[in-house]
């Protein structure tokens, strides 16, 4: 499985911005799928994860309310809708797959080392 991320740049606070994360070489609803996202000087955070039929999702309190995710099978695209924007939320995005169940209950205490697929991320700035 191999994943791309895309949609990041510049937006302000307040405003919305879309990024998506492209999948090729394997079925993607074999996957369960989550953004990271990491700031300059900071560890990797999860934000949210969606299983691979899309019938499990989780969220981070810091973006709870704020962000969706959601994907489309059919176009091995998962996305991640990011609204009302703040200055917080600048960062590095990433998505990750595993095949392995990591959406649930347990999604905040899985190691990021258990996520074997990982795309090259795409950068958001927040700034008026």
């Known amino acids: 499985l191999q994943l791309a991320e895309s949609g990041g740049g510049l937006v302000e606070p307040g405003k919305s911005l879309r990024l998506s994360c492209r999948a090729s070489g394997a079925t993607l609803d074999h996957y369960d799928i989550s953004w990271f996202r990491q700031a300059p000087g900071k560890e990797r955070e999860r934000v949210a994860c969606i299983s691979g039929n899309g019938g499990t999702t989780n969220w981070a309190e810091s973006v709870k309310g704020r962000f969706a995710i959601s994907r489309d099978n059919a176009e091995r695209t998962v996305y991640l809708q990011m609204n009302n924007v703040t200055a917080e939320d600048a960062a590095k995005y990433f998505c990750?797959?595993?095949?392995?169940?990591?959406?649930?209950?347990?999604?905040?205490?899985?190691?990021?080392?258990?996520?074997?697929?990982w795309g090259q991320g795409t950068q958001v700035t927040v700034s008026s």
């Open positions: 990750a797959g595993e095949m392995a169940p990591i959406c649930g209950p347990n999604w905040p205490k899985v190691p990021i080392r258990e996520y074997d697929y």
